[in-house]
């Protein structure tokens, strides 16, 4: 595709439930990061990876949280136990140069919804 | 304290208007500036990046790097109703680790 593909585009899961999302980049685009954005809260900053390694994920915001990159394309952001305050939209991006003034692209996002 | 701080706004003009949208930061070793542009149910666009201090023009937008207030600036000129979005800054810092910071972001609009 032309963009970053995210899947899905909303999930809604019951509290105590574990949840997979999942980015699609942009076709040769070796940086890859994942951000969540709250209501008044902005961009907060999760994870990136550079091909398959996480040289950075001190966003994580608990031991429930991880993500994976494999063959230097997909990734998957996992949530376990999922609670009501990991309700949020989840934003990917990916970025053919890693920092600096590389531009992201970001895809729609995923509404996740914990009831 | 948020290492990017941003008003976040609503704030509402008439069409014509100069638009000024700021950010401050706390960190000094940031040299990367951004703007982003969100609209409502997408993924940010950027809009114009600047390295270190100084200003830079796009057309109707001008971004401003003030290093010595920690203070960063988007002017957008005769704003127009599709300029009606959220507007993000971001900063990033040039060794160490590759990741952005974003503001809150300021939500505009323009009205016609």
């Known amino acids: 595709g032309a963009g970053v593909s995210q899947s899905p585009s909303n999930k809604v899961t019951e509290k105590g439930k574990d949840v997979e999302l999942r980015c699609d980049p942009i076709s040769g685009h070796t940086a890859l990061y994942w951000y969540r954005q709250s209501l008044g809260q902005g961009l907060e900053f999760l994870i990136y990876f550079q091909g398959n390694s996480a040289p950075d994920k001190s966003g994580l915001p608990s031991d429930r949280f991880s993500a994976e990159r494999t063959g230097g394309s997909v990734s998957t952001l996992t949530i376990q136990r999922t609670q009501q305050e990991d309700s949020a939209v989840y934003l990917c991006?990916?970025?053919?140069?890693?920092?600096?003034?590389?531009?992201?692209?970001f895809g729609s996002g995923t509404q996740l919804s914990v009831l | 304290q948020k290492e990017v701080e941003q008003d976040p706004g609503p704030l509402s003009v008439p069409e014509g208007a100069i638009v000024s949208l700021n950010c401050t930061y706390s960190n000094s070793a940031f040299q990367y500036f951004m703007w982003y542009r969100q609209y409502s149910r997408k993924g940010p666009e950027l809009l114009m990046y600047t390295y270190s201090s100084g200003n830079k023009e796009d057309g109707r937008f001008t971004a401003q790097v003030d290093k010595s207030s920690k203070y960063i600036s988007l002017f957008i000129r005769d704003s127009q109703p599709s300029d009606s979005a959220t507007y993000l800054c971001?900063?990033?810092?040039?060794?160490?680790?590759?990741?952005?910071?974003f503001g809150t972001g300021t939500r505009l609009k323009v009205l016609a």
């Open positions: 991006a990916s970025s053919l140069q890693l920092g600096g003034a590389g531009e992201l692209f």
């Open positions: 971001a900063m990033s810092v040039t060794s160490g680790t590759y990741k952005y910071i």
